[in-house]
């Protein structure tokens, strides 16, 4: 597993932006995507966004599509999700994870590494 340490999370009002930032607190992330999940009290954890590290290619869930963008910092081994125009129905718990895999289907099983958790709060 590869240490991961979130931050960037808060209480915003509808329309606002935020950014997370997610690093490698060992260096390197030593996997091939890093995903960006989500997860609101009774839901199940839902893809949001993923950057292939070794391309850049990124990919995104159709909710997010064209408010939030994810990047990443190659010499600095951390990813960000830059969250713009945000809604209530975002509102959840945003974890980053490391994992390994292919295409663009984007499963939290394959993901062996996480994130503790940033909460974001969105109000309208």
């Known amino acids: 597993q590869v240490p991961l340490v979130e931050s960037g999370g808060g209480l915003v009002q509808a329309g606002d932006s935020l950014r997370l930032s997610c690093a490698a607190s060992?260096?390197?992330?030593?996997?091939?995507?890093m995903g960006w999940f989500r997860q609101a009290p009774g839901k199940e954890r839902e893809f949001v966004a993923g950057?292939?590290?070794?391309?850049?290619?990124?990919y995104y869930a159709d909710s997010v599509k064209g408010r939030f963008t994810a990047s990443r910092d190659y010499a600095k081994s951390t990813v960000y999700l830059q969250m713009n125009s945000l809604k209530p129905e975002d509102t959840a718990v945003y974890y980053c994870?490391?994992?390994?895999?292919?295409?663009?289907?984007?499963?939290?099983?394959?993901?062996?590494?996480w994130g503790q958790g940033t909460q974001v709060t969105v109000s309208s």
């Open positions: 994870a490391a994992g390994s895999g292919s295409g663009s289907n984007w499963r939290p099983l394959d993901f062996d590494s």
């Open positions: 060992e260096g390197s992330f030593s996997r091939n995507r």
């Open positions: 950057t292939n590290w070794y391309t850049a290619i990124t």
